[in-house]
């Protein structure tokens, strides 16, 4: 197999060998690849589908693919926020909930995934999002921030802080988001008649590597046991 040309990327070229021994790189010196793999191996991600109100009122609707919930008691998610095109450097979404101390996570599903994308563009600080791709806001029950309708689970937040992770250079900045989640919603026919969540019919969308998504269903849902 022939090596990758280094003009197409920066870091050293990586040549593929037939050898026992896999790949290593150190990711501050390049991994030699075309795209870089980090975001393929940590993988499959949950999409914080993030909604926030500016002071003046503008809805702000993003995806983050680098989000989670981190505890349960109380119960607390966090997403990290890239480097923004705003005068601060800033996202909007980080800009937001710093201002106003509140969002919500919307759940996204197979039938949203389209609008969920079309959210992901760059665009004015005075765009709504929601508005811009045809979703439905609806108000939320703690928090003065709308909720997406056609999500069925929402998860009203309270920002807890935000931290800063030390980065290569202002285009690397990254900011943790941590937040309380204050208030649930589940859609009534996702709970089972056993008090479960039916994840199958949920159809939750998750994040894989480069341009790459996968989805949850009945066929690829299975059980295990843990052990006492």
Known sequence: MPSIEKAAFDGPTYSPSFKDTPMFYEPKDGHGLPKNPFN?????????WISSKDPNGVVNLSPYSFFNAVCYRPPTVMFASGAGSGADGSKDSLRNIEATGEFVCNMVTVETQEQMNLTSASVSPETDEMEMVGLTPVPSKLVDVPRVAEAPVHLECRHIKSV????????????????EVIGIHISDDLITEDGLVDVAKMRPVGRMGYNDYTRIGGDTLFTMIRPE
């Not at 393929?40 to 914080?48: C, E, N, T, Y």
């Not at 800063?164 to 937040?179: A, C, E, H, S, T």
């Open 40 to 48: 393929s191996l940590v993988i499959p991600r949950p999409i914080g």
């Open 164 to 179: 800063d992770i030390p980065n290569w250079g202002k285009n690397d900045r990254y900011v943790i988001v941590l937040g």
